[in-house]
């Protein structure tokens, strides 16, 4: 028997426009695989949830907005092979919940970050000498396309190590989510006032891990078309190699595959992309050979 799936064209489209049911139905659909297959990848990676929550979410009936649910969302993002917050980007204001709650939440703004667009992203990766990541320190700028915003949701997967959160400029920290089992954390960073429609903010924070991770790389997943991205990465000492690459909605690689990215005297290797997206772009490298050395020697 042929299975049809829906075109993954369409869930480009709905991963922009929304609504949020939608979005996740095709995306599972154009996956293959069952809500019980779903379920079973989520619960090993320590984020359980049931196959009628799963069933809800896609139906409209419910959506997540526990701090657990939206920890399973985004594992549920990457299973699904979508970009980083493509979902959980497009989730509403919570539903009130009793009289005194429905009070509350008339006078705040949606809760999740929606209404804003990214316009401007800028990372600078600090990596040390072994070759793992120590700190990232991020500058975001976007504009409101809804009155009374006055938050961004960041969703952080770093594996097992859980990096502390800082807000630096024009944000402060607000709710935080940590599932230690595979590394995701979920905060809200909070403005000090809503901003109007039309209307954009830069915000700055840093996440800054207890030892450097094992991974050796740094990208960014955009859901929509960002005006510009920046990556910088500083290195403690230079890398055996170093490359940038960037890759499609359908993870297919753009620019003809990965591209050398030279390190200048300073330590500093950065990579600059234009009106990009929807896609993944980053940097990747490879430690020095002496790299376990210098890293005992700097524990």
């Not at 594996?159 to 595979?182: D, H, I």
Request: aromatic share 6%; hydrophobic share 40%.
């Amino acid at each position: 028997m042929l299975t049809i799936y829906p075109p993954r064209e369409e869930l480009a489209d709905l991963l922009v426009t929304g609504p949020f049911a939608d979005a996740l139905r095709v995306a599972i659909q154009v996956r293959g695989l069952s809500l019980e297959r779903l379920q079973h990848r989520l619960r090993v990676r320590g984020a359980p949830i049931s196959v009628t929550a799963l069933s809800y979410w896609q139906s409209g009936r419910r959506r997540p907005e526990r701090p657990e649910s939206l920890m399973a969302l985004a594992h549920l993002e990457d299973v699904l092979g979508v970009p980083e917050a493509s979902l959980s980007r497009l989730l509403g204001p919570p539903r009130p919940r009793g009289r005194s709650r429905r009070r509350e939440l008339s006078a705040r703004a949606p809760w999740d970050g929606s209404g804003l667009i990214l316009t401007a992203q800028h990372d600078r990766v600090d990596v040390a000498s072994c070759g793992g990541v120590r700190g990232v320190r991020s500058r975001q700028v976007m504009q409101a396309t809804s009155a009374g915003v006055d938050r961004w949701i960041l969703c952080h997967e770093s594996g097992s190590a859980l990096p502390a959160l800082t807000a630096v400029r024009s944000c402060r920290v607000g709710r935080v989510a940590r599932e230690r089992t595979n590394g995701v954390l979920v905060a809200e960073l909070l403005f000090d006032e809503p901003i109007s429609p039309g209307d954009s903010i830069a915000i700055e924070y840093e996440l800054i891990y207890p030892h450097p991770t094992v991974e050796h790389s740094h990208f960014r997943r955009f859901a929509e078309r960002v005006h510009d991205y920046v990556l910088e990465i500083k290195f403690q000492s230079p890398p055996a190699t170093c490359e940038q690459f960037a890759s499609g909605p359908a993870g297919t690689e753009m620019f003809g595959g990965a591209r050398p990215a030279p390190i200048d005297t300073w330590g500093y290797a950065h990579a600059a992309a234009l009106d990009f997206g929807p896609g993944l772009y980053g940097m990747r490298w490879t430690a020095p050979a002496n790299a376990s050395e210098s890293s005992s020697q700097g524990a």
